[in-house]
């Protein structure tokens, strides 16, 4: 992946100006298209009211319509900024420093953060295929009192469940995570199947949740993590025959397996622990930044193209 420096940044995004001409770009790369002449027309940018009006007819039109962006008072280089501070690492970056980096009240702060993780949740929803790893994470700090909470699935922390979709390399290709309220099959199970394509590969641990999968219609494998067991060859279980390629252990679930850890490193470290009511927003972000960690384009390109097309959102978050 290409590296955005703060110098492009600046360079790029220094004015409103620049904000507007590049949102404009992003949502309508092949011109403005004015509803009163029916077709795309030139249009001259009127930077004090943060619009364009149509040369043949005068009708304006303001590019942050339908986005986070629509009638905020924050400016739009603030919230470039914001954008380009979340995607600099892979643990994001709290509410508590963009209140301390841009001078903004912290409810403005954490207002904005929220907002770009609901639009971070929007986009290809189209099912999983090929293989895909399942496994499940549990998120929150440690427990205050000595033997309050067991590891694992005996915890009482918050349960999350990830898939990723491998591509034809290997890597990952697409993330998706969803907080649930316990991992019990009638849960579990449901997500799997609304998600991955039937005939795709699954690959799992032992947990016996995931053991229907096979009879579901899709192809099942796992690995034994009680007894040590991290990755293994593919085998046809029909005829015994080892199916992948000498040398190599595709059967592992590390790849989301490495997406829970960022999570859970991300929320204690980063944010000091989040409210369950919120926890899927920022699940939302991490399986983004994941999925997005080995394309080429800049991850805050990624980001502000996504936001640029996401449907409109609620102003108002509970």
Known sequence: MQKYTVAQFIREFSTEAKCIAHLAELRFPNGIECPKCEDATQHYLIEKRKCYECKECGNQFYPTKGTIFYRSRTPLTVWFYVV?????????????????????????????????????????????????????????????????????????KQPVVGLVERGEDGSVKRVRAFVVDDTKRDTVLPLITDNVEEGATIYSDEYSVYRPLGDMGYGHDW?????????????????????????????????????GSHVKGGVT???????????????????????????????????????????????TLP
Not at 287 to 315: C, D, W, Y
Request: aromatic share 10%; hydrophobic share 35%.
């Open 223 to 259: 690995v034994q993590h009680r007894r040590w067991q991290y990755a293994k060859e593919a085998v046809d279980y029909e005829t015994g025959e080892i199916v992948s390629e000498e040398g190599t252990n595709p059967v592992h679930t590390n790849s989301i397996e490495g997406f």
């Open 269 to 315: 470290a980063v944010h000091k622990g989040v409210n369950p009511r919120y926890l899927q927003r920022y699940v939302d972000e991490f399986a983004f930044r994941h999925s997005n960690a080995k394309k080429e384009t800049p991850m805050f390109t990624a980001m502000l193209s996504q936001i640029a097309v996401a449907g409109q959102l609620s102003a």
């Open 84 to 156: 380009f501070q979340m995607a600099q690492t892979r643990c994001g970056v709290s509410a508590k420093e963009i209140e301390r980096q841009t001078g903004v009240t912290y409810k403005t702060a954490w207002k904005m953060c929220q907002l770009v993780r609901a639009a971070l949740a929007e986009g290809d929803f189209a099912a999983m295929e090929g293989t895909v790893e399942v496994d499940e994470a549990y998120v929150g700090g440690k427990p205050r009192y000595k033997g309050q909470s067991r590891r694992g699935r005996g915890t009482r």
